[in-house]
């Protein structure tokens, strides 16, 4: 044990107290020494300290020993408690083990009961942590097994069942009292006894033995299950049993069945490729976003449907695939439509060589096309924006009209960088007058829910400044949540106008 061990001595004589915690805390550098004078006294210290355990003498004033016990053992049932009395007698014996007490020693002259008294402690100690340690990891092994939804059960080398979860008596219909009685082959058909028969003597004798077969209910009700068990060995390698786990095949097959549908229906293609990229399956899905009847393509290679220009990269990311078993991915390239046109694809595979229903690659393919598309535009908007010679700007509504995004056009307009400028109202960067102006048409644009077009005079450095402004709403799902706007200095052409 590495563990401090806390100890409450009990007794009356001065003397003898400082001696046995003397000795005690020689005897093993774990121990730290408690004492109390009375019964009393070491009750208000139990409350208080909770000890590892308590060494008490027998024959004190007032409460003495055995009463002590019977106290402490209303509080405290499981705890270790010694009577180290001067007082020895058969009688006093049995009455103490009748009080539940842990260990019963008789005071001696000489330093050998200090040392015999130390190795009762840290054995009564040692004895009930373990058992508190036992007893938290069945709670916690039971609680676990009882989480499952798959039947556990744990079989003797006879057959009977030892233990199981509280889903073997929901799926068989069979209470716990009558489990405990039957063998487990009486929870099949009798078509089926002598598989299991079969497959328990296996287990026991190779190691681990998966089969399918059906649980028969109480009410006759039969239950497709696969059972996997395995064999259970001691520390000296003796077999003991087998523990078994069953999975319904049920849900399994429902699964399959939803799955099945899914790749059928999905808008995605799902295709089947070997190892020299040949395609073995392709779902339904390849017609509508292809054209192609799957059929047709079977026997095909995916290169005969790939753009020249993404070849190299689509070999180069199949390479990748076979040295990555499982999901992989993803790739973008372009396929030949069956009308002569290229469509984006974006693909994921998934390494399913080693996989004997499969034996191939398993290839989720989407078009992204229109995606391209409105990324293409977006970049061009992006390029738009980042070199505009107007300020642009973007404000999200919201309450206060923030700024969201500037251009570096804006930047140098009002000398604030874009991440000093995010989150800012129009009364935050211009001064006040020209802040409320500005505000004003904001909510005038929501409102109006268009365009609009206006002037300005505003100081952003301190210098008197004019400009020209138009704001746009932007529009998503009926509800005007950004302000898209552009400002162009015209101050020269305002000095210009006022010379001529």
Not at 264 to 272: A, G, H, L, Q, R
Not at 311 to 335: D, I, M, Q
Not at 401 to 417: D, I, M
Request: one cysteine or more; charged letters at 30%.
């Amino acid at each position: 044990m590495s563990s401090e061990i806390s100890i409450l001595h009990v007794e009356d004589d001065p003397s003898m107290r400082d001696l046995t915690k003397t000795f005690l805390e020689r005897a093993n550098e774990q121990f730290t020494v408690e004492t109390a004078p009375s019964a009393d006294e070491g009750l208000g210290k139990l409350d208080d300290d909770s000890p590892d355990c308590i060494v008490s003498d027998y024959d004190m004033p007032g409460t003495d020993g055995l009463e002590f016990l019977k106290t402490v053992r209303k509080q405290r049932p499981d705890l270790p408690f010694i009577l180290f009395t001067g007082k020895g007698s058969e009688e006093v014996a049995s009455d103490a083990i009748a009080a539940g007490v842990t260990d019963y020693l008789q005071k001696k002259p000489g330093a050998e009961q200090y040392e015999l008294l130390a190795n009762r402690i840290h054995n009564a100690v040692d004895a009930r942590r373990e058992a508190r340690r036992a007893d938290k990891q069945e709670r916690f092994t039971t609680q676990a097994l009882d989480a499952l939804e798959d039947v556990f059960y744990v079989l003797n080398t006879d057959g009977s069942l030892r233990r199981w979860n509280h889903r073997l008596p929901e799926v068989t219909g069979y209470p716990e009292s009558e489990l405990a009685e039957i063998q487990v082959t009486e929870l099949f058909p009798e078509d089926e006894r002598e598989l299991i028969a079969e497959a328990i003597e296996t287990t026991l004798t190779d190691g681990e033995v998966t089969v399918e077969a059906d649980f028969l209910t109480a009410g006759g009700e039969r239950h497709a299950y696969e059972l996997t068990g395995a064999r259970l060995t001691d520390r000296d390698g003796n077999t003991t049993g087998l523990v078994g786990i069953g999975r319904d095949l049920t849900d399994r097959r429902q699964q399959e069945r939803r799955f099945q549908a899914l790749v059928e229906e999905s808008k995605d293609n799902i295709s089947v490729i070997d190892a020299d990229g040949v395609f073995q399956y392709q779902s339904p899905a390849v017609e509508r976003v292809l054209g192609y009847e799957p059929e047709e393509t079977i026997g095909d290679t995916v290169w005969e449907y790939v753009h020249p220009d993404d070849r190299e990269r689509l070999e180069s990311t199949l390479e990748e695939w076979v040295a990555t078993p499982g999901p992989a991915g993803p790739v973008e390239y372009r396929a030949r439509h069956a009308d002569g046109s290229w469509r984006w694809m974006q693909a994921n595979g998934n390494n399913q060589l080693h996989n004997p229903a499969v034996e191939g690659y398993i290839v989720n393919s989407r078009d992204i096309t229109e995606r391209k598309e409105r990324q293409r535009k977006l970049e061009q908007i992006e390029t738009v924006f980042e070199h505009a010679y107007d300020a642009l700007f973007l404000v999200d509504v919201g309450e206060e009209f923030t700024a969201e995004r500037v251009n570096p056009a804006w930047e140098e307009l009002t000398g604030l960088t874009a991440e000093q400028a995010r989150g800012q109202t129009a009364q935050d960067i211009f001064d006040q007058q020209a802040g409320e102006l500005v505000e004003d048409k904001y909510h005038e644009c929501v409102q109006r829910r268009e365009p609009l077009r206006y002037e300005e005079t505003i100081r952003p450095n301190g210098e008197q400044r004019h400009f020209v402004a138009q704001l746009a709403p932007i529009i998503v799902d009926g509800t005007v949540e950004y302000i898209a706007g552009s400002t162009r200095d015209i101050t020269g052409r305002k000095e210009r106008k006022q010379e001529l």
